[in-house]
């Protein structure tokens, strides 16, 4: 049993691990978003499935409130404001897919090797968990950094703070209000940066960040 | 009897003889037979009897020659290792020579490569077999001027003096390295004697900074990238079977260096070197055999190959010193044996290649391949062979290169013992490098050979050719016969290096001779195991089956008529696939990366009557990031030193005056 | 007396993937023509289409050198003693040692060399495109294969098939993600190696997308007949290998009795017969994509077997 409950964590972990480098793949915007909703999907799983083997109930409110907001309304609201502004649907990388996923490739291994170096005592489940919550998280920062389309920053921000939860729920340690207020920090965020894409958009027409360089002078 | 290492000696003395001859009889007609068939002889002796000393296991022999430095002498030694690459110089030796039989009577100045060439050899055997730092560096340098003055053979052709100027200055540096190398291993007591170095300590910085330095000698005679630029250049500029004996033969000399100094002299290795050696082996495998694939100027392609091969070697060297530093004897000995069997498999074949390509050389005057094709149809045993040798370099079964590179992945596969994460998920890493290399090779030598001696002829003098001379064609077809026999009986050639492993490692792998049917097994046989024999029985007897049943009872008629091609016949050979177009797709996909490739279309607007032109801008990066700036540095400082030519002499005086008080300041503070 | 045995189900190994391959194609063919509402060819045709090549006289290109004539069978023998290595319905026999994963990785690497080079040798446009764009593919496809075979022998503890299969049959492996990106990553490279959709159309007839058929495009008669034959038995080979990697219930391991040996063949179709299903079900829901997607495509299969290697160290037991 103690096996196979492993397994099935290992296993959702390493889904997400797996959807990150999709996200990290995928050139069109609405194939994004849908596969963020997946990564989402997949977290809240985990988050159950932790709930369910360390039999902590308040596990389960997280795992809800990943599967409502990250996965429904986020979601359908970016695919709503994508279809309001006329975001081109192409999403436009600063950085080549070949180079992009060799990148994800090496930050994964990092992660790896740094995790498993210093949690070697911990139990294994926490370690692995460890190590793929950072592999996730540093994903989702190469996804924010390699999109030029502030949606796409969005969700690669969205997908980092996934990373962050994964963590919290393999180590046992977050308690329910730091949770809820990391859930509703982020959701602010995303409006802000909701209100923020309007205002872009509004300015300059399009949600290439870089016609903010543009404006303010940096690039010819 | 004579003990080995001396009848080497003796062989080597021939060789120095021949050289003398070859200048006495530089007037003489008959003088090119005379020097290939002396150094063909002499050859075939040393090989036999180093290839009797690694057999039979003679053991260690030693011998001290009073020359070199009045309180030292020369010191010589053969032993397993000496004797493996004893053979493989040898080996590469006498093939070059019997090649040189036919191929030198094309030669338009013997004069200027015929006392050379028996210098050559006796530099490569002397550097082999030497046992004391002094011995070693000198024969190192010999051997690199003697091949230095075969670059400059064709000295008057456009590119050959940049080549020659540019390998004379890595090759100065590389000694330099190997210099200080020696240096910090013989330590301040100056025991020059590789037995007193032995039995030394090291500290490990000293360590660290000996492999570094090795790196830089050795490597650079090797061709480990970013050190490999003069490779491509020099090794092409040479006659083509001394192209074959720098890439074959030289470049295994010096890996013999860094064998003998990083795994014999140095004492038990860390896992950090072998962190070093892997990234290294592994970015020089890819990036060698991209370039390979960039290029249209076959004898460059095959330089360029050498490059990813050493590559694959290092590889397997590093993987050697991960398993050694972790104390796995067993895997140690099988990368080990696998590099060993790398190094002996390419100086087959590549020796191989560089013949069949100096044959293409004579018989048509052209390198470039976009002005060949359709060789087979005129030079069909040289393409022949060359084929075996494109099948070989490419590792696949059942020829020799395969089988290397299969032990080579078994070594990768034994990397969850290692204690180390950081090797431990590198070494898999270094696995997908090497498997992308040899997938790139096998499109690097379809495009040699296709474009080559497939297809139809791209220029006159491409339809002009005819099939080399007989020398020529026995020198390729032995080598070819050696590929394939390497291929189907590896098991042979694997207990024929274990001495060597013994003696390097302290550890060696299983007997192969009982298993059965003739079939290799690295660890056990659950794990893994390989039988080329079978392979080939089996992949010959379904052929044959094959074309038996067809034959007999289905149909065997053939007729001749124009080519298909949807109906669309090309007028010309020259709309064919070109060396160029052939890679494109792979230069899409590596290319944007690795050369910063990028692709220009001028497309005239219709009624426009211009050409279309199509352009690619390719970027050698290591001559642009690293070299340019070295090169332009030491332009700058050269400026600056210049001044001093022209000053007064009271500048002078006064220049040699703060000289002498500075250091008088130093010796004051000092002591 | 078990050698001899052995030996005969080795040959009836040999004899079996021979007779199957070109039915499992025309099964494909047929459903696939089925979800399209089309009637579809019989699911023998296949098996005619070789006896007519066969029958046929070659019309040999008047430049075509010897090269090109031995290709055929030389591809032709190094896909069947492949795909004869692959367990199909029995383990542990006698020849399945003379070579492992990475040895049949490398027999069809040498049929992928010759044919490519039969492509060039006629000295056409298309022959040259063909093969220029399939090492293109083989490039990566290899590496992401071998990564796969790594990932596989990693934790499987070997590269021997039949070790490999007995392992994967044994209830200690559980579910491993590393495993199941490794799955993907072969199915990625089969389609690609079998040029199937999204990689390649083996259906089409428009010379300047294809890339395997542009490469045969001057073959005809009974070298046409011993190419496809080939092409059969890959796709035949990549699906064994699928079914003995991943999915290894029921298969006979050494000295079992003739009838578990009936039970293996029929459970072996039984998994030929899903796999095509699924196979047809996948290539009629999607589209060809242009060739210089294809790297990125195969890029994906090599990140993947990469990553499962990475992750494999942090799954169970290290």
């Known amino acids: 049993m103690h096996n196979l409950a492993f397994d099935i964590a290992h296993l959702l972990a390493g889904g997400l691990v797996l959807i990150s480098f999709m996200m990290l793949y995928q050139d069109r915007l609405y194939a994004l978003l849908n596969i963020f909703a997946l990564h989402a999907v997949v977290l809240a799983a985990s988050v159950a499935w932790q709930a369910f083997i360390q039999n902590a109930p308040h596990l389960y409110v997280t795992a809800a409130i990943a599967l409502v907001f990250k996965a429904i309304v986020i979601p359908v609201a970016l695919h709503r404001i994508i279809k309001q502004l006329g975001i081109h649907r192409d999403i436009e990388t600063a950085v080549s ?37 950072l592999s996730v998280v540093l994903l989702g920062l190469l996804v924010m950094v390699t999109r030029r389309n502030a949606v796409s920053q969005v969700v690669g921000f969205m997908s980092l703070e996934n990373g962050l939860v994964l963590a919290a729920t393999g180590a046992k340690g977050m308690p329910l209000v730091v949770e809820i207020s990391v859930a509703f920090s982020i959701l602010i ?27 303010r002078g940096e690039r010819r | 009897m004579i003990p080995a290492v001396a009848q080497q000696i003796w062989c080597v003395a021939a060789l120095l003889g021949t050289t003398a001859l070859a200048i006495a009889s530089s007037r003489s007609r008959r003088s090119t037979a005379l020097v290939y068939g002396a150094t063909f002889a002499i050859s075939l002796v040393a090989l036999a009897g180093a290839l009797f000393s690694l057999i039979a296991r003679t053991g260690a022999t030693e011998l001290t020659l009073p020359i070199g430095l009045p309180w030292l002498g020369s010191h010589f030694r053969l032993d397993a290792l000496a004797a493996f690459f004893l053979v493989v110089v040898n080996l590469g030796a006498a093939a070059a020579s019997l090649y040189g039989l036919g191929y030198g009577s094309h030669e338009s100045m013997p004069q200027r490569i015929l006392p050379f060439f028996p210098a050559f050899l006796a530099g490569m055997n002397l550097v082999v077999l030497a046992d004391d730092a002094f011995t070693y560096l000198l024969c190192w340098e010999f051997m690199s001027l003697a091949s230095w003055a075969l670059v400059m053979a064709h000295h008057r052709e456009p590119d050959n003096a940049r080549a020659g100027y540019v390998y004379l200055v890595m090759a100065s540096f590389g000694t330099l390295a190997l210099l200080l190398a020696f240096g910090l291993l013989s330590g301040a007591g100056g025991g020059y004697g590789f037995a007193a170095i032995r039995s030394a300590q090291h500290t490990p910085s000293e360590a660290a900074l000996v492999l570094a330095l090795m790196l830089l000698g050795a490597g650079s005679k090797a061709g480990l990238v970013p050190l490999h630029v003069w490779l491509p250049l020099a090794h092409p500029a040479a006659p083509s079977h001394v192209s074959a004996l720098m890439s074959g033969v030289m470049t295994k000399v010096a890996i013999y260096g860094f064998i003998r100094v990083v795994f014999d002299l140095l004492g038990p290795p860390s896992w950090s070197a072998g962190v070093v050696v892997l990234i290294l082996g592994g970015a020089t495998a890819v990036i060698g055999i991209l370039y390979a694939l960039m290029e249209n100027d076959l004898k460059r392609l095959l330089a360029y190959s050498t490059i990813e091969n050493i590559g694959v070697i290092f590889t397997s060297l590093g993987l050697a010193l991960a398993f050694q530093a972790n104390g796995f004897g067993l895997a140690a000995a099988l990368a080990f044996t696998a590099s060993l069997f790398h190094v002996l498999n390419h100086s087959f074949f590549k020796s191989l290649l560089f013949f069949g390509a100096g044959a293409v050389l004579t018989s048509t005057g052209e390198r470039d391949m976009e002005k060949l094709g359709g060789l087979i149809h005129r030079m069909p045993l040289t393409s022949f062979v060359f084929l075996v040798g494109c099948v070989a370099i490419s590792a696949l079964p059942p020829f020799n290169g395969f089988v290397s590179e299969w032990l080579i992945f078994q070594a990768v596969l034994q990397s969850p013992d290692l204690p180390q994460w950081v090797l431990k998920i590198m070494v898999p890493a270094v696995g997908a490098l090497l498997a992308l290399a040899a997938a790139l090779a096998a499109a690097c030598f379809v495009k040699a050979f296709g474009i080559t001696f497939l297809g139809r002829a791209r220029s006159p003098a491409a339809e002009a050719a005819g099939e080399v001379d007989r020398y020529s064609l026995a020198a390729m077809f032995s080598l070819a016969a050696l590929c394939f026999l390497a291929g189907i009986l590896p098991g042979l050639v694997i207990d024929a290096l274990s001495p060597v492993a013994q003696a390097v490692i302290g550890h060696r792998m299983p007997v192969q001779a009982n298993d059965a049917w003739l079939s290799i097994v690295p660890i056990e046989e659950s794990r893994s ?37 949807c109906g669309f016949a090309d007028p010309t050979p020259a709309a064919q696939y070109s060396g160029a177009s052939f890679v494109q797709p792979i230069r899409r996909v590596f290319g944007t990366l690795v050369f910063q490739a990028r692709e220009h279309v001028d497309m005239p607007a219709p009624g426009d009557l211009r050409p279309a032109r199509f352009k690619v801008d390719m970027h050698d990066l290591v001559w642009e990031r690293l070299y340019t700036p070295l090169t332009e540095a030491v332009w700058f400082l050269a400026d600056r030193l210049n001044q001093l030519q022209f000053l007064t002499i009271r500048r002078y005086l006064s220049l040699v005056f703060a000289t002498l008080v500075t250091l008088l300041l130093v010796l004051a503070i000092w002591s | 007396m078990v050698v001899i045995s052995d030996i005969f189900v080795q040959l009836g190994q040999m004899a079996l993937v021979l007779l199957l391959a070109p039915l499992l194609t025309g099964v494909v063919r047929k459903i696939k023509a089925r979800l399209l509402r089309r009637r579809g060819p019989s699911i023998f045709q296949p098996y005619r289409d070789l006896l007519r090549l066969l029958r046929k006289e070659v019309v040999l290109a008047e430049n075509a050198s010897w090269l090109f004539r031995v290709t055929p069978y030389v591809t032709f023998a190094a896909i069947w003693v492949a795909a004869a290595l692959v367990p199909t319905f029995a383990s542990g026999l006698e020849f399945n040692w003379s070579a492992d994963l990475i040895a049949i990785v490398a027999l069809l690497g040498s049929a992928r060399f010759f044919l490519a080079l039969a492509g060039m040798d006629v000295g056409t446009s298309f022959g040259g495109i063909g093969s220029s764009r399939e090492v293109m593919i083989a490039a990566l496809a290899e590496p992401a294969m071998l990564l796969m075979v790594f990932c596989v022998a990693l934790i499987a503890g070997s590269t021997q098939l039949s070790t490999v299969a007995t392992f994967m049959a044994s209830s200690e492996v559980g579910l491993r993600v590393s495993l199941g990106m490794a799955m993907i990553a072969l199915i990625m490279v089969a389609l690609a190696e079998n040029a199937r959709i999204p990689v390649d159309n083996p259906a089409t007839h ?45 298969i006979t391991t050494e000295g079992a009795g003739p009838l578990s040996y009936l039970v293996s063949v029929a459970a072996y179709i039984f998994k030929l017969a899903v796999a095509s299903l699924l196979l047809a079900v996948f290539e009629t829901a999607t589209a060809k994509m242009r060739v210089f997607r294809v790297p990125e495509f195969l890029g994906a299969a090599l990140m993947l077997g990469l990553l499962g290697t990475l992750l494999r160290f942090v799954s169970r037991g290290f």
Request: include cysteine.
């Open chain 1, 97 to 133: 897919i070949g180079p992009t996923m060799l990148a994800g490739m090496g930050l994964v291994a990092l992660s790896m090797v740094l995790m498993l170096r210093v949690t070697g005592a911990a139990d294994p489940l926490a370690r692995e968990d460890l190590a793929f919550a």
């Open chain 3, 206 to 250: 428009l010379e300047l997308t294809m890339v395997h058929e542009a490469m045969i495009l001057e073959y005809s008669g009974r070298h046409l007949a011993m190419i496809e034959f080939g092409a059969f038995l890959k796709l035949l080979l990549y699906v064994s290998l699928i079914i003995c990697v991943f999915f290894p219930w029921q």
């Open chain 1, 189 to 215: 965020a995303f409006i802000v940066i909701g209100v923020f894409l309007f205002r872009i958009r509004e300015r300059f027409d399009t949600v290439d960040v870089g016609a903010l360089d543009e404006f």
């Open chain 2, 529 to 565: 195991s390989y039988n080329g024999l079978l392979v080939f029985a089996f992949i010959t007897a379904a052929a044959s089956l094959a074309v038996y049943f067809i034959h007999r009872f289905a149909s065997r008629a053939i007729r001749r008529g124009p080519a298909w091609g």
